[in-house]
C-alpha cells in the first residue's frame, strides 16, 4: 500500500528493528513504541478516507447502541482515533494497547477518554460485559496458531447479543500469508478461513465485507461483523 510504504520509507535511518516471529508481542510492543508520532500522523485521520471501512464502523456503533450495552473496547487502539471515534457514535468507549507509548499519545490527544495498557490474551475486562469489541488491525502482527485464543477472550467479554468487528489484510489464498509489514510481521487472511475460527470462538457472522485498496501486494481490506448468541 502507498501508505504503509510511506511509512517504511520514513522509517530508515531509525532506531526501529523489524523483528522474527519469536516473541512476537514483545517485539510488536517496541516496534510500535519506536513509531507512535509518524504512525498518529499518517493514520489517525485515514478513515476520512476509507468509506467501507468508515461505514462498518458506523454499522457496528448502530448495532452494540440497539443492544443497550454502550460500553466498547477499542483493542489495538493505537493513537486513540478509534476509541473517539466510537466515542462520537454514542457508545462507551475506551481503549485498549500493548504499546505503553501508544496508550501515552492517546491519553493526550483525547484526555476525556480512557486508555490502558493490556494483552490481547488476557483483558482487564470482566466476564460479559462489553456490547462491543472493536479489533481494527490489531490481531495482525499474531500467529496463526494463537489466534483462537484471542477469539475466545473476546467472546469472554462480549454480553450475550454482543458485537465483535475485526479488520484484517485479506488474501484470497487457501492459507493464512506472513508478510514484511510496515513496523512488524503480520499475517493476512483467506476470509473463509478467518470466518470459521470466528464461529470456532462462539460467533455468528453477520457482514463480512472484502474490498481491493489497490495494493501492490494484492491484499483485500477485510471486515468481518459477528454477535455473540
Known amino acids: 500500500m502507498a501508505a504503509e510504504e510511506g511509512l517504511r520509507t520514513a522509517l530508515h535511518g531509525t532506531d526501529v528493528s523489524f523483528f522474527p516471529v519469536a516473541e512476537h508481542q514483545d517485539e510488536t510492543r517496541a516496534a510500535y513504541d519506536g513509531v507512535v508520532e509518524l504512525y498518529a500522523s499518517m493514520f489517525a485521520d485515514r478513515l476520512e478516507t476509507q468509506p467501507f471501512a468508515r461505514a462498518m464502523v458506523g454499522t457496528f456503533a448502530e448495532l452494540v447502541r440497539e443492544t443497550g450495552n454502550l460500553r466498547t473496547a477499542d483493542l489495538g487502539c493505537g493513537p486513540g482515533h478509534l476509541t473517539a471515534m466510537l466515542h462520537d457514535l454514542g457508545l462507551d468507549a475506551f481503549g485498549l494497547d ?115 485498496p489497490a495494493s501492490e501486494r494484492g491484499f483485500l481490506d477485510t471486515h468481518v461483523l459477528a454477535r455473540r448468541p
Not at 499474531?142 to 477472550?153: C, D, I, K
Not at 454482543?162 to 514484511?180: A, H, I, K
Open 98 to 212: 500493548l504499546s505503553p507509548a501508544m496508550v501515552d499519545h492517546a491519553r493526550r490527544a483525547h484526555p476525556a477518554l480512557r486508555f490502558d495498557e493490556a494483552r490481547m490474551e488476557s483483558l482487564p475486562i470482566e466476564d460479559r460485559a462489553l456490547g462491543g469489541v472493536l479489533t481494527r488491525y490489531s490481531m495482525i502482527h499474531t500467529p496463526p496458531g494463537e489466534l483462537p485464543a484471542l477469539l475466545a477472550e473476546q467472546v469472554r467479554v462480549l454480553a450475550p447479543g454482543g458485537l465483535l468487528l475485526v479488520s484484517l489484510f485479506g488474501t484470497e489464498g487457501p492459507e493464512p500469508v506472513r508478510f514484511d509489514h510496515k513496523v512488524a510481521p503480520a499475517y493476512s487472511w483467506p476470509v473463509d478461513r478467518f470466518t470459521e475460527l470466528v464461529a470456532g470462538a462462539g460467533l455468528v457472522t453477520v457482514a463480512r465485507l472484502l474490498h481491493d
